[in-house]
């Protein structure tokens, strides 16, 4: 790349020639504040947050859409600069709905942090009073548009890396607002309870749905038996919340956390996911051998369920059947343990901790109840688990470590990296090779399917047969994928899809990560956290889960059984695409 | 299966209502003039036009239609349909009513009388004509006759030195 020669606050440095001047600055440690700014996703320059005076440009710019040139001088921090900076936030104060204490990004708000950084005592403009609407509609995200400073990170966030475009800008001037089409609720809209947009808003005016209130409910009624279960992303997110360092593992914790909040058994969801891996695995060997519908693409991330129900109908038959994992889970708490606990399935609350606001759509599905009962009773994603332990006053990070439950408890390596974009295909790989064969698998890494880019191919050999497999990760790769399959450029036997960028452990759900330009990278770090206790477990393949074996043995018969259908498999349902 | 939010009966108030008969006697009128536009640099704004030119508004059903074939979010072109005030979502009511906001009537007023409509005729300010379709409610700029401010007009009618409290009698005689 070529380089330029540029002065920031004195400092001469050569950049690289395609850089702006935000990146040049912070790459010699000079930080510019942002606000709308998301690198490669938002870059609009609508909030003028981060102007900086440029010699010889008659006004201020903005820093995150300017380019650097040859010889451009750049002053980050003058008397002007400083003085626009905080008329800005003033403005955005003075049409802002200011609740702090009460507002569900109190602590974790950039508006907060930048009012606090610019030394913003007082709002010298007279208020605009914001409407306070509030739609809490949809099971998973909640709007308030009193909050919303009009970033547009959601938007494009929702567009372009999503490929769903559910909410948008409209009206104009003072009107102006991010709304789903004809201002309906995303409830009624095809949104697909992704999250993604409340990762990326910098303030309160996207949240999740909080159902955390339902679960203390639950755990204080005597009469029911409070079981829950935690999607593999949650152990490598929820130290986040208490000031560990990203990714950082906390299984051993987590489990004490949730015993000492009162659960009645703590199991895993990756014990599910290996059960996932018998079932789907199986379905795709009857389907490769049997002349089933290909490609097989896998069902376990309800946000892509969904936007296949409104955007690809037409790949219906290609989804597994197989439920996602932990609906797999609730589905055998209420029959097979319940049973051999003696318990009452009626009196089972089964609660998922998942890195997933879309979850809490998929356990509503009514079709998801193979027992009679719902599989699931609610889910709450790990910013609400630890908001109770918060609540709960346990001081997590000196908990001493726990381990799951039996008899639904015990995973392999291979249920542990469902979390992670790949980690199912290499999963599915890991027993179907061995499944086909006959033989023992000496290599278990797939490593061709590892890896964060957005749309992944390989050619896997099993047997006789080639075997050609794709990984997608984030709705829009996966509509990527798909057209080109539609238009006949691509074929593959085997499609994992994943509807967050990175997969779960980037989920809706997740920890807040402040700086949102951070947010792709921290996926490494969690990504990197679950290979590693992957290496770590003493078996890797999920048929080999000993639990799960017996739950074969004593329960279910074989994979695919009638019995495993009901209680294992479900369908979906066409829905619109507006 | 229900498939939800097919616009089979609508609660907001647009115009899916009449969805049937758009799709009926409109939609391939609607296809024609995306289809013509499709291949152009940038062919909403022309296709939005063209619609307005047409129907008189943009009937909804148009616009999902807009949607699928440009393969571009609807909330995308409600965006666009909102931001621009040439546009209209529902048909013209059967009653216009202009309220002139220049500066003369302003000064006396004019905005309170604004407000009163708003309120009388349950609009937000944003869609301009009743739910029932039966007013329509622009703002104008100056009616010429600043001798009687604040003045609105309705279907060519003028109403002179109002009151918002004059404004719900006036309505009744419609
Ligand atoms: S969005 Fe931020 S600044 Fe606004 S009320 Fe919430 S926490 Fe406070
Ligand atoms: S939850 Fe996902 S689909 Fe729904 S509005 Fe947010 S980003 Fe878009
Ligand atoms: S809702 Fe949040 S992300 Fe979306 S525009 Fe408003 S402030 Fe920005
Ligand atoms: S304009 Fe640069 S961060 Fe908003």
């Known amino acids: 790349m070529d380089k330029v020669n540029v002065t920031i606050d004195g400092i001469v440095a050569a950049v690289p020639s395609d850089y702006t001047v935000l990146e040049a600055a912070r790459s010699l440690n000079i930080d510019i504040p942002t606000l709308c700014f998301l690198k490669g996703i938002n870059e609009v320059g609508a909030c003028r947050m981060c102007v900086v005076e440029v010699e010889r440009a008659r006004t201020l710019q903005a820093a995150c859409v ?59 403009y007279q208020p605009y009073e914001m409407k306070v609407e509030i739609d809490d509609l949809s099971p998973c995200v909640v709007r308030d548009t009193s909050k919303c400073i009009l970033c547009g990170r ?24 991010v709304t789903p089409a004809f201002g309906q609720s995303l409830n009624d809209v095809a949104c697909i309870g992704c999250g993604q947009c409340i990762k990326v808003c910098p303030v309160g005016a996207l949240s999740e749905k909080d159902d955390t209130e339902e679960v203390w409910q639950a755990l204080s009624n005597p009469d029911l038996h409070v079981i829950v ?36 058994k703590v199991f895993d969801t990756d014990f599910a996911a290996d059960l996932t891996i018998i079932e789907e695995g199986n379905e795709l060997i009857d389907r490769l051998n049997n002349g089933g519908k290909l490609p097989l693409i896998t069902s376990c991330s309800p946000g892509w369920v969904k936007y296949c129900e409104h955007f690809f109908p037409d790949f219906l038959d290609n989804l597994s059947t197989c439920k996602s994992p932990h609906e797999m889970f609730g589905a055998i708490a209420k029959s097979y343990y319940a049973k051999k606990e003696g318990i009452d399935p009626s009196k089972i609350f089964v609660v998922s901790v998942m890195p997933c606001t879309a979850k809490k759509f998929e356990c509503k599905r009514p079709e998801l109840s193979g027992t009679g009962y719902a599989d699931v009773d609610v889910v709450i994603t790990t910013r609400e688990l630890a908001r109770m332990i918060k609540q709960a006053r ?34 599915a790989l890991r027993t179907v090779a061995e ?5 023992e698998l000496q290599n278990v890494e797939y490593t061709a399917v590892r890896g964060l880019e957005g ?67 921290s996926e490494v770090d969690r990504a990197d956290s679950l290979y590693n206790i992957d290496r770590s477990m003493p078996l890797r393949k999920s048929h080999l889960n000993p639990e799960v074996k017996t739950l074969y043995d004593e329960y279910l018969g074989k994979p695919n059984s009638e ?4 209680l294992l498999h479900t369908h979906y349902t066409k829905r619109s695409r507006f | 299966m229900s498939e939800p939010n097919v616009n089979n009966g609508c609660r907001c108030g647009c115009d899916a209502g009449s969805k049937m008969d758009v799709q009926n006697s409109k939609l391939k009128e609607a296809d024609e003039i995306i289809y013509k536009h499709k291949t152009q640099k940038g062919p909403l704004l022309s296709i939005l036009n063209e619609f307005q030119d047409s129907f008189g508004y943009l009937p909804r059903a148009a616009l999902e239609e807009t949607s699928k074939v440009l393969d571009m979010p609807l909330a995308e072109i409600y965006g666009v349909a909102t931001f621009y005030s040439r546009f209209t979502l529902k048909p013209r009511g059967e009653h216009t009513i202009s309220v002139c906001l220049g500066t003369a009537c302003y000064v ?9 409509l708003l309120k009388e005729l349950k609009l937000d300010g944003s869609g301009e004509t009743t739910d029932d379709g039966k007013f329509t409610l622009e703002a104008t700029r100056c009616l010429g006759c600043c001798g009687l401010s604040p003045v609105m007009m309705i279907d060519g009618e003028v109403y002179g030195r109002l009151t918002p409290e004059k404004v719900p009698e006036i309505l009744k005689k419609y």
């Open chain 1, 66 to 124: 300017l380019p650097v040139s040859e010889g451009m001088v750049v002053r980050t921090n003058t008397p002007k600069v400083r003085e626009a900076r905080k008329t800005i936030l003033e403005l955005i104060l003075a049409r802002h709905n200011r609740e702090c204490t009460t507002c569900s990004k109190n602590l974790n708000c950039e508006l907060q942090k930048l009012c606090d950084e610019m030394n913003i005592k007082e709002v010298p």
């Open chain 1, 154 to 177: 959601c938007v494009n966030v929702c567009k372009k890396v999503q490929g769903v475009g559910a909410i948008d800008f409209s009206k104009r001037g003072i009107n102006t607002m």
């Open chain 1, 229 to 264: 279960q935690t999607a593999p992303a949650v152990r490598v997110g929820l130290g986040e919340e208490f000031g560990m360092e990203k990714g950082a593992p906390v299984t051993g914790k987590m489990v004490s956390a949730l015993k000492r909040l009162g659960f009645d």
């Open chain 1, 394 to 427: 346990i001081n997590f990070a000196k908990l001493e470590d726990s381990k799951f439950d039996k008899i639904l408890g015990e995973s392999t390596g291979a249920g542990v990296i469902f979390g992670v974009t790949g980690g199912v295909m290499e999963a």
């Open chain 1, 435 to 439: 499944v086909v064969t006959g033989k």
């Open chain 1, 455 to 521: 749309i992944r191919e390989a050619q896997v050999k099993i047997g006789d047969l080639d075997v050609k497999v794709a990984v997608a990760n984030g709705t829009g790769n996966a509509k990527a994928l798909l057209d080109r399959i539609r238009k006949g450029e691509a074929n593959y036997h085997f499609i994992e899809i994943m509807g967050c960028p990175g997969g779960c452990i980037n989920g809706g759900g997740q920890p807040f990560i402040m700086d949102k330009n951070e947010i792709y990278m």
């Open chain 1, 563 to 566: 019995k495993a259908h009901k």
């Open chain 2, 108 to 116: 006396k007023g004019a905005k309170d009388i604004f407000d009163e």
